[in-house]
Nanobody, 119 residues
């Protein structure tokens, strides 16, 4: 089992930057991949970015490519999402998630952190 706790959300203005973080605990040595997802009011949860825990390879949704950067610190078991040039449409609850190599899906989720971008 892996426990995930997000932090760093808040209220910012159009064009501002914000960093959200995810702290992992528990059986983190078996984590293969972690990712960020978001869910806006009235919309389905969508993929934002992902990172391979050991190799560091990353992949982004087109909507955030060039503005967001995902990173991880293996020693601290943390994952960050640096968000620049934020837009009102980035407003959502941001969730971090983790999966083991033996699973095809993200099995572990945090409680989410609210990011609100005002125009």
């Amino acid at each position: 089992q892996v426990q995930l706790v997000e932090s760093g959300g808040g209220l910012v203005q159009d064009g501002d930057s914000l960093r959200v973080s995810c702290a992992a605990s528990g059986r983190t040595s078996s984590v293969y991949q972690m990712g960020w997802f978001r869910q806006a009011p009235g919309k389905e949860r969508e993929f934002v970015a992902t990172i391979i825990w050991s190799g560091g390879s990353t992949f982004y949704a087109d909507s955030v490519k060039g503005r967001f950067t995902i990173s991880r610190d293996n020693a601290k078991n943390t994952m960050d999402l640096q968000m620049n040039s934020l837009k009102p449409e980035d407003t959502a609850v941001y969730y971090c998630a983790a999966r083991y190599a033996s699973s095809d899906t993200y099995d572990y989720w945090g409680q989410g952190t609210q990011v609100t971008v005002s125009s």
